[in-house]
């Protein structure tokens, strides 16, 4: 169906409409195109879905300069343009895991390296239309990508989350909106555990790549005095326990210092020969990154400090984050702590 849709799309841009991309040419000829291939093959050829067919083979097939020209240029201009590419497209290969609905969703990303990204993750992970729609608008490979190089921006979009260190897995901010917290005018550290585990898929879901559960409130005891994990995870593509501190406002040097007793704990009484150290993960609303530098040992990349957000952020908010993210790691430079300290 859906190299079908494309190849729909393509007789409507070089036949129908002979080769215009102005979004707007040819309502007339959509129309009574909709209203042929209605009579001859029934229902889904409406004209709102002819348009979206005529969307999906402009958004894999032509090239972002060319699909995105500027409105205000002549008609004529732009049909010779774009037809002197038709003859040299390709059908592209589309994912078998997804459908159609997936595809609507993607090619309303504009531009093309998180679009690729995305139809690679959710090709991989089997996420449903729902949970794509939510990774795009949530800005997932925005927050992936707000401390990496160019090369492995280019490497993200093409091949999707490879996770190989801990601060793979952590994304910054770490968008917790289906917690429904905002509405509660008053709320505790327990109150945001209680709500990760009242919705703990879409937590490890936001989470990342190969979490399993473990434990809540997680009992350490030393020389008698009791200690408590937050949440305990593994991770079965670091080969490690994940230990998640919770902290409602600002992170603190006792915060890191805290977690830092809790790695060693695990690292010391429960990591077995074969597993990798274990991985730390202060979540907090708000940190100082230069109180995080200061506090961990230069290097340290087990101790991770990650934001988290109880709605949806904006594009604009999630370019001032990711550029706050890119001057903290070029501070801290080759031997720093991670993009989320």
């Not at 889904?44 to 083979?57: A, E, H, V």
């Not at 309303?108 to 089997?126: D, I, K, N, Q, W």
């Not at 409130?217 to 994940?242: A, M, P, S």
Request: with cysteine; glycine share 8%; proline share 4%.
């Amino acid at each position: 169906m859906v190299q079908t849709y494309w190849e729909i799309g393509r007789q409507i841009v070089e036949v129908e409409q002979q080769g215009y991309a102005r979004a707007g040419y040819g309502e007339q000829v959509l129309a009574g195109l909709s209203e042929r291939l209605t009579r001859c093959f029934g229902r889904g050829f409406s004209q709102p879905n002819l348009k979206r067919m005529r969307c999906f083979f402009l958004a894999y097939s032509v090239t972002p300069a060319i699909a995105a020209a500027d409105n205000d240029r002549r008609d004529q201009q732009i049909g010779s343009t774009l037809s002197s590419q038709l003859a040299t497209i390709v059908q592209p290969v589309f994912r078998q895991e997804l459908g159609w609905s997936h595809y609507v969703l993607l090619m309303a990303v504009p531009a093309p390296l998180p679009r690729s990204f995305y139809e690679t993750e959710a090709a991989r992970e089997g996420w449903s239309c729902r949970e794509l729609e939510r990774q795009i608008a949530s800005h997932l490979y925005e927050r992936l990508a707000a401390s990496r190089d160019k090369d492995d921006i280019l490497a993200l979009a093409h091949q999707g989350q490879e996770v190989s260190t801990p601060q793979d897995v952590v994304k910054d901010p770490l968008v917790l909106e289906f917690l429904g917290l905002p509405d509660r005018p008053h709320w505790r550290e327990r109150d945001l555990e209680q709500a990760i585990i009242d919705h703990l898929q879409e937590f490890m879901l936001e989470l990342g790549k190969g979490f399993s559960f473990v434990a809540r409130q997680k009992r350490i005891t030393l020389d008698g005095d009791h200690f408590f994990v937050d949440l305990v995870f593994y991770n079965r593509l670091l080969r490690c326990f994940v230990l998640v501190d919770l902290k409602l406002g600002k992170l603190t040097h006792r915060d890191l210092g805290q977690l830092q007793m809790y790695v060693n704990w695990y690292d010391r009484t429960q990591r077995e020969a074969h597993e990798e150290p274990t991985v730390g993960i202060a979540l907090c609303s708000r940190r100082n990154d230069a109180v995080v530098r200061m506090t961990l040992p230069e290097g340290e990349k087990r101790i991770v400090a990650a934001r988290y957000e109880v709605l949806l952020p904006s594009a604009k908010e999630l370019e001032a984050a990711v550029q706050e993210g890119r001057r903290a790691a070029e501070r801290q430079g080759p031997g720093g702590c991670g993009p989320a300290s």
